[in-house]
């Protein structure tokens, strides 16, 4: 079985920064590799939206971020970071992690709906004016 495992998150005044990381393991701890990952995120009465991913190397941003944040993967341990730079009020939301274990098309990763996907439990970051 896999998992993920996220880390990071907090509170943060407009203009600070944060990271995140998720890393793909299998239960027993060992790094699973995975075609696609990316972070997804959830504000309150708000739909779940891409924040950023990447499938077979090529990352993707949603307009919102930018220029602002910036998403990478480790092949070796398999995780994935998002570094959030110039952090806005309107990014505070429940940021979580999804992975695509098998090849998918990336446009079906990225719209977050595609059953094949794994989720992680979401980290809140919180941007205060």
């Known amino acids: 079985q896999v998992q993920l495992q996220e880390s990071g998150g907090g509170s943060v005044q407009s203009g600070g920064s944060l990271r995140l990381s998720c890393t793909t393991s299998t239960v027993s701890g060992y790094p699973y590799s995975s075609f696609c990952m990316g972070w997804f995120r959830q504000a309150p009465g708000k739909e779940r939206e891409l924040v950023a991913g990447?499938?077979?190397?090529?990352?993707t941003y949603a307009d919102s971020v930018k220029g602002r944040f910036t998403v990478s993967q480790d092949n070796v341990q398999n995780t994935l970071s998002l570094q959030m730079n110039s952090l806005k009020p309107e990014d505070t939301a429940m940021y979580y992690c999804?992975?695509?274990?098998?090849?998918?098309?990336?446009?079906?990763?990225?719209?977050?709906?595609?059953?094949?996907?794994?989720w992680g439990q979401g980290t809140q970051v919180t941007v205060s004016s």
């Open positions: 999804a992975a695509s274990l098998r090849p998918i098309p990336p446009q079906s990763f990225f719209d977050g709906l595609d059953p094949r996907t794994i």
């Open positions: 990447i499938c077979a190397g090529d990352p």
